[in-house]
């Protein structure tokens, strides 16, 4: 069983930053695509951003040029999201999942001034 949790959310003004955390651990037999997702007051929930074990990434287009996904170098089951230019739209919970279904609780993150 994988365990992931996430961490780094909060309360930041329109056009600044934050970074969240997500670690996976448990019974883990290989380094698998790690990625974050959010869901809005009243939405579904939507893709952000992934990164593959080879570390091929991929955006949502909402938040391409903001955000940049990464994997620790040491930690491999440690990925972050650096959210720069963060805009009241970006207010969601923030989901981190490792495939193929093992998401973590979610981290708030608000959006205002």
């Known amino acids: 069983q994988v365990h992931v949790v996430e961490s780094g959310g909060g309360l930041v003004r329109p056009g600044g930053s934050l970074r969240l955390s997500c670690a996976a651990s448990?019974?883990?037999?290989?380094?698998?695509?790690m990625g974050w997702y959010r869901q809005a007051p009243g939405k579904e929930r939507e893709l952000v951003a992934t990164i593959t074990s080879g570390g091929s990434t991929n955006y949502a287009d909402s938040v391409k040029g903001r955000f940049t996904i990464s994997r620790d170098n040491a930690r491999n089951t440690v990925v972050y999201l650096q959210m720069n230019s963060l805009k009241p739209e970006d207010t969601a919970v923030y989901y981190c999942r490792f495939w193929p279904e093992a998401w973590g609780k979610g981290t708030l993150v608000t959006v205002s001034s």
């Open positions: 448990g019974t883990i037999f290989s380094i698998n695509t």
